[in-house]
C-alpha cells in the first residue's frame, strides 16, 4: 500500500472529522487531503530528487508528509536543532532536492548545489490556493522510498534511514484500526517532525480519524494548558517530558480530565516516575512502547492492563514487568540471540533481533542489514522472559569492557535509579589505564546523597566490578529532545572530568 492510499481512504470515509488543529475551525480530512494534493502537484514541479522538511510543527508537516508521497518524491525531515555545520551537512547529503523551511534556516544553512529552499509560509499558500492545481491519484509504487530518516548521531555519523511505503503502510494497517477513532478523541503531538514518532503519529491519526493538535516544540506549561483547553484524549511523550508535565499537574492540582491514554518511549522511563504518574493519573491508560527508526515505529508494547497487573502484584517477576517493554507486536517476530547469532534460552540476555513486513533495516547508499532470511539485528541487547515479555537493557555499542568483562551500562543504571535519591543517572566507559575502562556514573538527584552511599548502594546489589569507580552530580543530563541520552558527549565530559 502506499501512503497515498491512507490519505486517499480518510478523505473518503472520514471527510467532515476535524483532522488537524482546533476542533472549532481546523482542517478536515476532506480538506487537508486537497491541500496535499495542491501541494504533491506543486512539488512534482519542483526541482530535485527529494522533499526535505526544517521547520518546527505545524499544519506543513502533515502536508509535506502527504504531498510528498503524492509527488513522487522521498519526504526528508531534517533536524533543526543540528549545529550550522552538521545541518549544512545533512543538507549537502539531500541533494538534489526542495527543502521547505521555517524561519532563518535558509540563511543558516546558506547556498548549496543541488539545493532550492521553499519557505513555510510559500508551501502552505501552495496548499491553501483554491485555484491550484490537484494531483490526480499518487506517483510512485509501494516499493519506493516514502521517508528518509537521519538517526539521531548519538554516537557517530548519522545514517539515512530508508521507509519505503510498503514499511509504513504495514505497521499502520496492522496496529491501526480503520476510523477507529471516535470523533472526539484528539492526539497531542509535540515530539519533533524528524523523529519516527512524528511520522507514526501523522500516519496513525489520519488512518483511525483521530484529531491531531500540534505543538510548534515540547514545552511543559504549554502542552498541559492544550491538553486541557483542547480536551486532548491521547498523548505520547518522552521520559524527559513526563517528569515535566508531572511537576506542572501537581503545582496546580487541576489534573488532565480528559486524557485516557498516555503512551512513552524513546528511552528508559524511571521507575519512579511511571510510579507517580498512574499515582497522580490513575484514570489515564499507560503505554509503554519500544521501537526503532528502521523498524518503522514500534515493535513491542506493555498496555495498560500490563501496567494494572504489574502494580498490583505482589510477585516479583510480574511487578518486573513495569521496566519491560511488553510483548511484541503480534505482526512481527523478535529473537534474542548470542554473538554467534544462535538464539539463547529465556532470560538470557543477547542481541535483540525482529522480523516482519514493517522492518525496512536499510540504510541510503549502505543497502540493507537484514540477513537472508529477513531478520534486522537491532544492536540493543534485551531479554525476553517466560512469558513473552521484551526487556531491553541498552545499545550493544554502550557495552563497558572492564578488565576483559563486558558490563552493560542500563544495568548498573536500573540499580542507581532505586535509590530514593536518584531522579536520573547515566553509566558510560571511560578511560583507565589499569582496567582499560573504567565505570564512571552521572546522576541527579533530589535530595542529599554520598558519592560512597551510592557506591554501596550499587555494591550490595551487583558484583563489585560493577560498582562505579567515580560518580559526578549533575544539575541535568545531556539528553536530545527525542528523549535519548547521549552517550557519547557524555562519555567525552565525564572522561575530562575524570582524567
Known amino acids: 500500500m502506499h501512503l497515498g492510499m491512507l490519505l486517499d481512504m480518510a478523505a473518503d470515509g472520514m471527510a467532515d472529522r476535524v483532522a488537524l488543529g482546533p476542533l472549532a475551525d481546523g482542517l478536515t480530512f476532506a480538506e487537508l ?14 526541482p530535485g530528487e527529494r522533499v526535505g522538511l526544517i521547520d518546527l510543527n505545524s499544519s506543513a508537516v502533515p ?38 523551511v521555517g524561519e532563518g534556516v535558509a540563511d543558516r544553512v546558506g547556498p548549496i548545489d543541488g539545493i532550492e529552499f521553499l519557505s513555510r509560509a510559500q508551501a502552505l499558500a501552495l496548499a491553501e490556493d483554491p485555484a491550484g492545481v490537484q494531483a490526480n491519484g499518487w506517483a ?20 539515512a534511514a530508508v521507509l519505503r511505503h510498503s514499511n509504513l503502510a504495514e505497521y499502520i494497517i496492522s496496529t491501526v484500526e480503520y476510523a477507529g477513532s471516535t470523533e472526539d478523541e484528539a492526539a497531542i503531538v509535540s515530539v519533533p517532525p524528524y523523529h519516527i514518532a512524528g511520522i507514526s503519529a501523522v500516519l496513525s491519526s489520519t488512518y483511525s480519524g483521530r484529531r491531531v493538535v500540534q505543538l510548534e516544540a515540547f514545552e511543559p506549561h ?32 487541576a489534573g488532565l480530565p480528559s486524557l485516557r491514554s498516555l503512551s512513552y518511549g524513546g528511552g528508559p522511563m524511571p521507575l519512579s516516575v511511571i510510579e507517580r504518574a498512574v499515582g497522580m493519573l490513575p ?118 569492557v572492564r578488565g576483559g568483562e563486558n558490563l552493560s551500562p542500563g544495568e548498573i543504571e536500573a540499580v542507581l535509579l532505586e535509590h530514593p535519591a536518584v531522579l536520573e543517572a547515566a553509566v ?40 562505579p569507580d567515580r560518580i559526578q552530580f549533575r544539575a541535568e543530563l545531556p539528553f536530545n529532545e527525542s528523549g535519548k541520552l547521549l552517550r557519547r558527549v557524555l562519555r567525552a565530559e565525564l572522561a575530562d572530568a575524570f582524567a
Open 33 to 46: 487531503a486537497r491541500r496535499a494534493r495542491r501541494l504533491g502537484a506543486a512539488l512534482a514541479l519542483r
Open 222 to 253: 504549554a502542552w498541559v494548558d492544550t491538553v486541557r483547553s483542547e480536551s486532548i484524549t491521547h498523548a505520547m511523550v518522552v521520559p524527559t517530558m513526563l517528569g515535566r508535565i508531572l511537576d506542572v499537574v501537581e503545582a496546580d492540582g
Open 140 to 159: 510512485g509504487e509501494p516499493e519506493d522510498i516514502a521517508v528518509l530518516l537521519f538517526t539521531s548521531g548519538t554516537t557517530g555519523e548519522p545514517k
Open 283 to 400: 484514570d489515564v491508560g499507560f503505554v509503554n512502547a519500544y521501537g526503532l527508526t528502521e523498524t518503522s515505529s514500534t515493535i513491542a508494547v506493555l498496555g495498560p492492563d500490563d501496567h494494572q497487573a504489574a502494580f498490583a502484584s505482589d510477585e516479583p517477576a510480574v511487578r518486573a514487568r513495569l521496566a519491560s517493554v511488553g510483548r511484541p507486536l503480534p505482526t512481527l517476530e523478535v529473537s534474542i540471540r548470542d554473538l554467534a547469532g544462535e538464539e539463547v534460552p529465556v532470560d538470557e540476555r543477547g542481541e535483540i533481533w525482529v522480523r516482519g513486513s514493517q522492518v525496512s533495516g536499510e540504510y541510503l547508499g549502505r543497502g540493507t542489514t537484514l540477513d537472508s532470511d529477513g531478520w534486522f539485528p537491532t544492536r540493543d541487547e534485551g531479554h525476553l522472559d517466560a512469558e513473552g515479555f521484551l526487556f531491553v537493557h541498552g545499545r550493544l555499542d554502550d557495552v563497558i
Open 428 to 467: 558510560v566507559g571511560i578511560p583507565d589505564k589499569e582496567w582499560g575502562e573504567g565505570v564512571a556514573a552521572a546522576v541527579v538527584t533530589s535530595g542529599q546523597v554520598t558519592e560512597e552511599e551510592l557506591r554501596t548502594h550499587v555494591r550490595t546489589r551487583l558484583r563489585s566490578s560493577r560498582t
Open 63 to 100: 502536508l509535506t508528509l502527504f504531498g510528498s508521497a503524492i509527488a513522487g518524491r522521498p519526504f526528508v525531515p531534517i533536524n533543526y536543532r543540528l549545529a550550522d555545520p552538521q545541518l549544512r551537512a545533512i543538507v549537502a547529503r539531500t541533494a538534489p532536492a526542495t527543502i521547505i
